[in-house]
């Protein structure tokens, strides 16, 4: 599919969605099963690669830079963490597409500003609200399911899900799910993050899982309760994010790469 229509295809169905209540799951879980589908090499149907870059310091010129950027920490996203390379997209329509469908998720599933997680469960859905609560009081959120998916700058900060996968996902940039909340089970099992992640505040209502998880770095990252960052024996200057329970740190110097805070 080509870039115009894939961008007008996933604009219809937010709208769908905003409009109608009770098909936000599925709309949901459509963006998520376009996240997970491989980065591809090239565009299936053969469409060319765009050419040619706008003046610079125009608006246009600012959004292929932001196209290039994308397309340069997905080709790290691709990397393996055995050492290969994954493909990578040749075309940045592609990163355009990919990028408009994590803005949808992020967009609609965080709590606005001053909501608490309690508010939020009993707002009531409607088409005027940017926020989408679940639509059944039995159902008051919406869950994700991004496994293997590959995210860029991925922040879904005040997050408010039911059911998270992110399972073997790969997030190229930063991240973060500061203030996020989980109804239901976490789970970001050997998923790598290749910038900083952050999880400042998080909480977790089931359990959480980030067994196998891999950052590229040591710094700048803030786990939650319960989890902590160990260096990665198999790669140099990497980590590994393993229970806090697992491991032993010092009591007089605690590094602050690991902070734990709730």
Wanted: net charge positive.
């Amino acid at each position: 599919m080509r870039r115009p229509q894939s961008l007008a295809g996933l604009h219809a169905l937010e709208r769908l969605a905003q409009n109608n209540p009770a098909h936000r799951q599925t709309v949901i879980d459509v963006l998520c099963g376009y996240l997970r589908m491989p980065v591809a090499a090239s565009q299936a149907d053969g469409e060319p690669t765009d050419s040619g870059m706008a003046p610079a310091g125009s608006t246009a010129s600012r959004h292929d830079a932001r196209l290039e950027r994308a397309r340069r920490v997905l080709s790290q996203a691709a990397e393996a963490p055995d050492g290969h390379s994954a493909p990578v997209p040749a075309d940045p329509g592609e990163h355009e597409v990919r990028l408009t469908a994590q803005r949808i998720l992020i967009r609609h599933l965080h709590r606005p500003h001053g909501v608490s997680a309690e508010q939020a469960d009993a707002l009531e859905p409607g088409p005027s609200k940017q926020f989408w609560p679940g639509h059944r009081p039995d159902h008051p959120r919406h869950s994700v399911d991004l496994t293997g998916a590959y995210l860029v700058d991925f922040h879904l900060t005040n997050g408010h899900l039911a059911y998270a996968r992110f399972d073997r996902a790969t997030s190229s940039g930063n991240t973060g799910f500061g203030g996020a909340t989980f109804s239901q089970t976490a789970r970001f099992r050997e998923a790598t993050f290749s910038g900083h992640a952050r999880f400042g505040g998080a909480m977790f209502s089931e359990h959480a899982s980030f067994g196998g998880a891999r950052v590229r770095e040591l710094m700048g990252h803030v786990w939650p309760i319960g989890w902590t960052l160990v260096p990665d024996p198999n790669r140099r200057g990497a980590g590994l994010v393993v229970p806090t329970n697992s491991v032993e740190v010092a009591d007089n110097n605690p590094p602050a790469r690991n902070r734990l805070v709730g």
